[in-house]
């Protein structure tokens, strides 16, 4: 069987609240689209929809948040847009978002409920409320009889994932892609570890839990990033990076002193220097990749003979050129085929 690229878009303002739902999602997408339309691409969106209730209810009491335009609309207008090309929305959820607030001219989220994994709301803010509302929301908008099926955990935190897969069953959803094998955070607000999972699977039934796998077909999926570990350093080392770090100064250094802050001994430069020379397991990002970490990763993919699928991943608000992008598009367009979660779940079986 021919392999499988797929190309998943977190589709999301900013973790800590900031940003501009037209200069950070909007615009870059459209050209993320406009490159992949060009190569007969299909991206998956995991649209973060407990985001898009917040912004939608503020509009709605008629806080217009700084915008000119109605970002509400224009958000569901490009989906429905993406969609009737070829592409597909998944859900996505960073729980941070659910008791939310726009005060002083921006939004505060609750950093305390960071995790989906470990995410605690109850009566209609419970976990299966919101995931089964997010389910609907992205159907009613889409239309056509469109079904949602596959979720991901904001900032890839599904771990424990138990009560994921109880909602996931419940609302009819057969596959989850938050996983990264050989990931590990310990930081103050993203917490996992993935360090025991195989980085050679494209995808593997679930019972219990994302990470294990099972014999049984038992109609649940968890479909991986593809990662390999680098030195971090190494990501740094591209002008698309370091120009998307700078488009928001904040929100990268706040990330950077949730990752290296997990204890006040470790505080110091000296252990944040040593950060940048440790390994970690990278996602492949195709929205910031350069064409040389490209080529890595797709040197490394050719070594794995038993596997077809390879999930990437990739952020509209971190996108600032499609160099990287047209590259390995280019480099995959007569081996690989290009498709999206939907219709890998419609031939699951023939993989």
């Known amino acids: 069987m021919m392999k499988s690229l797929i190309f998943t878009l977190d589709y999301e303002l900013y973790g800590n609240g900031s940003g501009n739902v037209f200069t950070h999602i909007i615009e870059p997408t459209n050209k993320i689209l406009e490159?992949?339309?060009?190569?007969?691409?299909?991206i998956t969106f995991f649209f973060e929809v407990v985001e898009y209730w917040k912004l939608k209810e503020e509009w709605g009491k008629g806080n217009y948040m700084g915008y000119t335009e109605n970002p509400i609309i224009a958000m569901e207008e490009q989906l429905k847009h993406a969609y009737s090309n070829g592409h597909d929305i998944q859900l996505h959820i960073h729980p941070q978002w659910v008791d939310a607030k726009w005060d002083k001219g921006k939004w505060t989220v609750n950093n305390k409920q960071w995790r989906l994994g470990e995410y605690e709301g109850v009566g209609e803010d419970s976990l299966l409320s919101i995931i089964k509302r997010g389910k609907e929301t992205i159907e009613s908008i889409i239309g056509n009889s469109y079904k949602c099926q596959a979720i991901r955990a904001g900032g890839y935190n599904a771990q424990p994932s138990d009560k994921i897969i109880a909602a996931m069953k419940e609302c009819g959803l057969k596959a989850d892609s938050s996983l990264v094998p050989g990931a590990k955070?310990?930081?103050?607000?993203?917490?996992?570890?993935?360090?025991?999972?195989?980085?050679?699977?494209?995808?593997?039934?679930?019972?219990?839990?994302?990470?294990?796998?099972?014999?049984?077909?038992?109609?649940?999926?968890?479909l991986p990033i593809v990662a390999f570990p680098i030195i971090r350093l190494q990501k740094y080392l591209s002008k698309d990076r370091i120009k998307s770090l700078l488009q928001?100064?904040?929100?990268?250094?706040?990330a950077f002193e949730a990752k290296t802050n997990t204890n006040a001994k470790s505080n110091g430069l000296l252990s944040k220097f040593k950060y940048f020379f440790e390994k970690e397991s990278q996602t492949w990002d195709f929205c910031l990749f350069s064409k040389g970490?490209?080529?890595?990763?797709?040197q490394q993919i050719s070594k794995q003979?038993?596997?077809?699928?390879?999930?990437?991943?990739?952020?509209?608000?971190?996108f600032v050129s499609g160099n990287g992008f047209e590259y390995v598009l280019d480099k995959t367009k007569k081996e690989y085929r290009f498709i999206n979660i939907s219709t890998f779940l419609d031939h699951a079986k023939s993989y």
């Open 35 to 42: 490159i992949a339309d060009k190569y007969n691409a299909k």
């Open 185 to 222: 955070e310990s930081g103050s607000l993203s917490r996992y570890n993935y360090t025991h999972i195989p980085n050679n699977l494209g995808f593997w039934y679930c019972q219990n839990d994302f990470e294990n796998q099972t014999n049984d077909k038992t109609g649940l999926l968890e």
């Open 248 to 254: 928001n100064r904040k929100s990268a250094q706040e």
């Open 293 to 298: 970490m490209h080529r890595k990763f797709l």
């Open 305 to 318: 003979k038993d596997r077809n699928v390879f999930v990437l991943v990739g952020h509209p608000k971190s």
